[in-house]
C-alpha cells in the first residue's frame, strides 16, 4: 500500500467512526465521549490481558498474553475490540484490520460506552482507573524494591487466588456513609485509603484486647467481602501488604460490574452495530462489497456455540424478542398489563438501564426463546455428553444459577477469632456444586499467608460436610456432624 492509499484509508476510517457516531446518536444512544488508537497486535493483546492499560506486572497477565498472541499467531482467534470503561472512554482498534473491520468494531463500541454510561450497575465505579491503575503499579513497584521482588510477588500470589471474592453490594452501602455513619469526605492523597485501613485495623486489636470474658461472635454477620475482611482485621500483615489488599479490591470492584452484565453488554452492542452499520450502507459510508464484509462479521461474531453460550449472541436475541413482544403486545398483555403497541424501542433503553444478567435472564429469557435458541443443559456419561435436561424453566434457572457470583463458590467468614485464638473459619454456603479439593486446599494455603493463622474451611462433600484445615504445615481434611 503507497502511502497516499494509507492516509486515504485513514481518512476513510476516520469519516467512518464519524458516521457511525452520529447514527448512534440518532438512534437515542448516549455514549461516553470516545478516544480511539490505532495499535499493533502486541499491544492489543497486551492490553487484553491486563484487562486495563497500565495495570501493575504480574505473572498471570504474562500468561493471559502468551496464550491469547499465540492463538492470534496461529489464526485461531482474533480480538476485534478493546474498550476501557473511564470518561472519556478508550477504544483500541487494531492496525491489521482493515477499514471496514475498524468501523465495525467502532459501532460496537459506541453500545459499549452508551451501556458503560446508562446502566445502573456501573454508576458507582470509578472513570478514572487508568491514573489509578497506573498508581497501583507505581506503588507496587516501590514495594518490590523495599522488600523485594520474590516477597511481594509471593504475597501478591496469594491475594489473587481470592480476587473474585469481594461484596459489591458493600462498595454501595459505602459510598453513603464511612464506619461513623456521616457521608465520607474526599481523599487528599492516594494513600489515605491505607492509612484508613491501619487505623482501622489497630481499633479492632484493642476493642479485642478490651473484651472481658467470652468474646462475642466475630464477625457479627458473615463476611462476603475476603478482601475487605482481610484488609481491616488480619492480625500480623505489614502496610505494604494490607495495601496490596486494598489495590486488588480497588481494582476487583471495578470490574465487578462487566462481569454482572457480560450477556447484556455484549448484546446490546451487538444490537446496536448491527442498525449503525446498516445506516452507514444505506448512506454509502460504506460500499456494497464492504456491506456484504461486514455481514459475514456480523454473523461470525454472533454465532451459537454447541457447548457454551455465546454471549453476543444471547444478549442480541433477547433483546430482539423485548423489543418485539413490546411493539406489538397481545391482546391480552395489552388489557392485562396495560401494554401499548410500539414501546419496543422505549423498553430495551429501560432493560439497558435497570438490569444485570441474572434479572435479565430470568425476566426476559422466554419458553419460546429457550426453544428457538436450542438450549439445554448437558452432563457427561462415561466417555459421552448427554442432553440432561431441556425443560424452558430448568435451563434458564441453570443459567441464572451459574451466573450467581460470577459462577464461583460463595464463601464467607463465618468467624474471625476462631476458638478465641484468631484463626480463621470460613463457610461455604453450599448450592449443589462442590468444590474442586484439591484446590481448595492449596487456595486455604494462600489465605494462610494472609491471615497467618490457622484458617478453615467447611463446605460439603459426597453429601457430608467436611471442614479442611491448613495449619501453616499441612493440610487435613475431617468430618463434621450433621
Known amino acids: 500500500m503507497t502511502?497516499?492509499?494509507?492516509?486515504?484509508?485513514?481518512?476513510?476510517?476516520?469519516?467512518?467512526?464519524?458516521?457511525?457516531?452520529?447514527?448512534?446518536?440518532k438512534f437515542g444512544l448516549d455514549p461516553f465521549p470516545t478516544h480511539f488508537e490505532l495499535v499493533p497486535a502486541a499491544i492489543m493483546y497486551e492490553f487484553a490481558s491486563y484487562s486495563l492499560p497500565g495495570r501493575f506486572s504480574h505473572w498471570t497477565h504474562g500468561k493471559a498474553y502468551h496464550r491469547q498472541k499465540m492463538q492470534y499467531d496461529l489464526g485461531l482467534s482474533k480480538i476485534y475490540e478493546m474498550v476501557v470503561n473511564t470518561n472519556p472512554s478508550y477504544a483500541f482498534l487494531m492496525e491489521m484490520n482493515n477499514m471496514l473491520q475498524n468501523t465495525f468494531v467502532a459501532a460496537h463500541v459506541f453500545g459499549h460506552t452508551d451501556f458503560f454510561k446508562n446502566n445502573a450497575y456501573f454508576q458507582h465505579t470509578s472513570r478514572?482507573?487508568?491514573?489509578?491503575?497506573?498508581?497501583?503499579?507505581?506503588?507496587?513497584?516501590?514495594?518490590?524494591?523495599?522488600?523485594?521482588?520474590?516477597?511481594?510477588?509471593?504475597?501478591?500470589?496469594?491475594?489473587?487466588?481470592?480476587?473474585?471474592?469481594?461484596?459489591?453490594?458493600?462498595?454501595?452501602?459505602?459510598?453513603?456513609?464511612?464506619?461513623?455513619?456521616?457521608?465520607?469526605?474526599?481523599?487528599?492523597?492516594?494513600?489515605?485509603?491505607?492509612?484508613?485501613?491501619?487505623?482501622?485495623?489497630?481499633?479492632v486489636e484493642e476493642e479485642r484486647d478490651a473484651r472481658p470474658g467470652k468474646p462475642p461472635k466475630f464477625p457479627e454477620k458473615p463476611e462476603k467481602d475476603l478482601l475487605l475482611f482481610f484488609q481491616r482485621y488480619a492480625p500480623h500483615l505489614q502496610p505494604w501488604q494490607r495495601d496490596l489488599l486494598e489495590i486488588v479490591h480497588t481494582e476487583m470492584l471495578y470490574f465487578v460490574p462487566q462481569m454482572q452484565t457480560k450477556v447484556m453488554n455484549e448484546g446490546w452492542a451487538s444490537i446496536w452495530h448491527s442498525r449503525i452499520m446498516r445506516q452507514l450502507g444505506d448512506k454509502d459510508v460504506i460500499t456494497d462489497s464492504e456491506t456484504v464484509e461486514f455481514a459475514q462479521l456480523h454473523s461470525s461474531v454472533l454465532t451459537p456455540s454447541r457447548t457454551s453460550l455465546n454471549p453476543y449472541y444471547l444478549g442480541f436475541k433477547i433483546f430482539e424478542d423485548i423489543e418485539r413482544r413490546w411493539d406489538s403486545p397481545s391482546t391480552e398483555e395489552q388489557e392485562r398489563l396495560g401494554r401499548k403497541p410500539g414501546m419496543g424501542r422505549q423498553k430495551i433503553f429501560e432493560v439497558r438501564e435497570i438490569d444485570n444478567d441474572v434479572s435479565f435472564l430470568r425476566n426476559y429469557l422466554t419458553e419460546d426463546l429457550v426453544k428457538d435458541l436450542d438450549l439445554y443443559v448437558y452432563k457427561k456419561e462415561g466417555d459421552d455428553w448427554v442432553i440432561a435436561e431441556k425443560n424452558w424453566q430448568k435451563v434458564r434457572d441453570t443459567i441464572v444459577a451459574n451466573m450467581t457470583n460470577f459462577g464461583y463458590p460463595y464463601l464467607v467468614v463465618e468467624n474471625g477469632d476462631y476458638r478465641g485464638n484468631r484463626e480463621l473459619y470460613l463457610k461455604h454456603l453450599f448450592e449443589g456444586q462442590e468444590l474442586d479439593l484439591g484446590y481448595a486446599e492449596k487456595t486455604l494455603q494462600h489465605v494462610y499467608t494472609i491471615w497467618g493463622r490457622p484458617v478453615h474451611l467447611e463446605t460439603m462433600f459426597d453429601g457430608k460436610r467436611i471442614l479442611l484445615t491448613y495449619d501453616g504445615e499441612r493440610n487435613s481434611k475431617s468430618t463434621l456432624e450433621k
Open 3 to 25: 502511502i497516499y492509499d494509507a492516509q486515504s484509508e485513514m481518512e476513510r476510517l476516520r469519516d467512518g467512526i464519524d458516521a457511525a457516531w452520529e447514527e448512534a446518536r
Open 128 to 203: 478514572r482507573m487508568i491514573d489509578k491503575v497506573s498508581i497501583h503499579a507505581e506503588r507496587i513497584a516501590k514495594y518490590e524494591f523495599d522488600h523485594g521482588k520474590a516477597e511481594v510477588e509471593r504475597f501478591l500470589d496469594s491475594v489473587l487466588s481470592i480476587q473474585e471474592h469481594v461484596d459489591y453490594n458493600l462498595l454501595l452501602r459505602e459510598n453513603e456513609n464511612d464506619a461513623t455513619g456521616k457521608k465520607a469526605g474526599p481523599l487528599s492523597s492516594e494513600y489515605d485509603d491505607l492509612w484508613g485501613l491501619e487505623e482501622k485495623a489497630k481499633k
